[in-house]
């Protein structure tokens, strides 16, 4: 019997100067746990004249996760950190009562021809420490858990699970995890995770009772506990997932809150361009017009 509660097909979305693929929120799941947001960024090839520039623009109420599979990023913020990412290594900005960052290609890519593609992640912060102080960590792809077993790689990319701990400085019980075949294998771990749970197919493909399924999907468990499936050879996917919070969250643009006159106020500031600014940054992201 199927362990799959839902199928999300990925949406294109245009962030500015570069088509996405969304994949949360979505209509009939607004979260999976504490994930309330995931963008697929590629993979795209862009050229000597193109660059990704994302300009200042404000959060409140998350932590944002980026992970890379291809290419780099530049980061600033208006904590003061200038970090470039890069494959495999983990930018965790927090925004607590308010941050304001760009994205943009390195200096040293910008006249070259490049690649891009990752995933953009919000996690949602408890209530109770949705008002903290910004932050931002960078942790490089070595300091990243990563095992095998029985020929399939694993990776803990944040969160806790089999025993380990990533080192990425979640607020709450979560786990975003990936897994990689080189040889068709079956995949039982539903005793190592918790919560609610999802399954992204990057690459290859995974089956699930009698249903293959492919890339650009999400598949929502109906019990994290019950997480069984055969991978594909050359199969990669990802594994989030966590404590859900009793309190609904709102969204809108790139505020979180369990408050909606939070919202609210965030607007307000960044109409008022009274966030906290990023050195050496003067332009900004507008704030974006309702949605009729």
Same mark, same amino acid.
């Given at each position: 019997?199927s ?9 294109a979305?245009?962030?500015?100067n570069?088509l996405v693929g969304r ?9 999976v ?7 697929h ?5 862009l050229s ?8 200042p623009?404000p ?8 992970y890379l599979?291809?290419?780099?990023i530049?980061?600033?913020?208006s904590?003061?950190?200038?970090v470039e ?8 900005m927090t925004?607590?009562k308010?941050?304001v960052?760009s ?6 890519l910008r006249?070259?021809e490049k690649y891009?593609?990752?995933?953009q992640?919000w996690?949602?912060?408890? $209530? *109770?420490l949705? /008002?903290?102080?910004?932050s931002f960590t960078h942790?490089?792809a070595?300091?990243i858990?990563?095992? =095998?077993?029985n020929?399939?790689g ?5 969160g806790?699970?089999?025993?380990r701990?990533s080192a990425v400085?979640v607020y709450s019980p979560l786990?975003f ?13 539903g005793e190592?995770?918790?919560?609610e ?7 290859g493909?995974?089956?699930d009772?009698?249903e293959n399924?492919g890339p650009?999907?999400i598949?929502?468990a109906k019990n ?5 499936f055969?991978?594909a050879e ?18 809108f643009?790139?505020?979180v809150s369990?408050? $909606? *006159?939070?919202? /609210?106020?965030a ?7 009274t ?5 050496? =940054?003067?332009e ?8 009729g």
């Amino acid at each position: 019997m199927s362990n799959i509660q839902l199928i999300i097909e990925e949406r294109a979305a245009d962030i500015g100067n570069f088509l996405v693929g969304r994949l949360l929120p979505f209509r009939q799941k607004r979260a999976v746990g504490p994930f309330v947001f995931i963008d697929h960024m590629g993979p795209a090839k862009l050229s000597d004249h193109q660059n990704l520039d994302v300009g200042p623009h404000p959060h409140i109420g998350l932590s944002t996760l980026t992970y890379l599979f291809e290419g780099a990023i530049m980061h600033r913020d208006s904590v003061g950190s200038v970090v470039e990412i890069q494959p495999g290594a983990v930018n965790w900005m927090t925004a607590g009562k308010g941050v304001v960052h760009s994205e943009r290609t390195p200096d040293y890519l910008r006249q070259s021809e490049k690649y891009l593609h990752g995933l953009q992640i919000w996690v949602a912060l408890p $209530k *109770e420490l949705e /008002e903290m102080e910004p932050s931002f960590t960078h942790i490089e792809a070595s300091e990243i858990p990563s095992w =095998e077993e029985n020929g399939v790689g694993f990776k803990l990319i944040a969160g806790e699970a089999f025993g380990r701990k990533s080192a990425v400085p979640v607020y709450s019980p979560l786990y975003f995890l990936e897994i990689k075949t080189k040889e068709a294998a079956k995949i039982a771990i539903g005793e190592e995770l918790f919560g609610e749970s999802a399954l992204y197919i990057l690459e290859g493909s995974i089956r699930d009772g009698a249903e293959n399924y492919g890339p650009k999907q999400i598949l929502i468990a109906k019990n994290s506990e019950l997480c069984t499936f055969d991978m594909a050879e050359n199969t990669t996917v990802y594994i989030f997932g966590g404590e859900a919070f009793p309190e609904e969250r709102f969204i809108f643009w790139n505020f979180v809150s369990s408050r $909606k *006159e939070r919202i /609210e106020e965030a607007k307000a500031a960044w109409i008022n361009q009274t966030f906290p600014k990023i050195e050496g =940054e003067s332009e900004f992201v507008p704030l974006p017009e309702p949605r009729g």
